[in-house]
Nanobody
Framework: QVQLVESGGGLLQAGDSLRLSCAASGRVSSPYAMGWFRQAPGKEREFVAAISSYGSSTHYAESVKGRFTISRDNGKSTVYLQMNSLKPEDTAVYYC?????????????????WGQGTQVTVSS
């Protein structure tokens, strides 16, 4: 079993920056690709960013490209999402997830472990 715990959410204003963290525990001896998703009220969960198992490759949703950066520290079993130039439309619950793939993936079904989510609210 793998447990994922997100942290770092909060209430911000448009233009602010925020860094989310996702700490993994349990059976994390082998690094796998990780991803961030988000879900706004009344909307489906959507892909935000993903990173390969050793961080050599990343991928972003068009809506966050150039503003968000995903990174990881395998020594700390932690994945980060640096969010800059936040917009009100970034308001959502942000979830980190782990896939059993080594390369990044945008597919929700490829992820087998999920965190409980952390709320990010951006006011205009």
């Amino acid at each position: 079993q793998v447990q994922l715990v997100e942290s770092g959410g909060g209430l911000l204003q448009a233009g602010d920056s925020l860094r989310l963290s996702c700490a993994a525990s349990g059976r994390v001896s082998s690094p796998y690709a990780m991803g961030w998703f988000r879900q706004a009220p009344g909307k489906e969960r959507e892909f935000v960013a993903a990173i390969s198992s050793y961080g050599s490759s990343t991928h972003y949703a068009e809506s966050v490209k150039g503003r968000f950066t995903i990174s990881r520290d395998n020594g700390k079993s932690t994945v980060y999402l640096q969010m800059n130039s936040l917009k009100p439309e970034d308001t959502a619950v942000y979830y980190c997830a782990r896939t059993r793939r080594y390369s990044w993936t945008t597919m929700y079904a490829d992820y087998d472990y999920w965190g409980q989510g952390t709320q990010v609210t951006v006011s205009s």
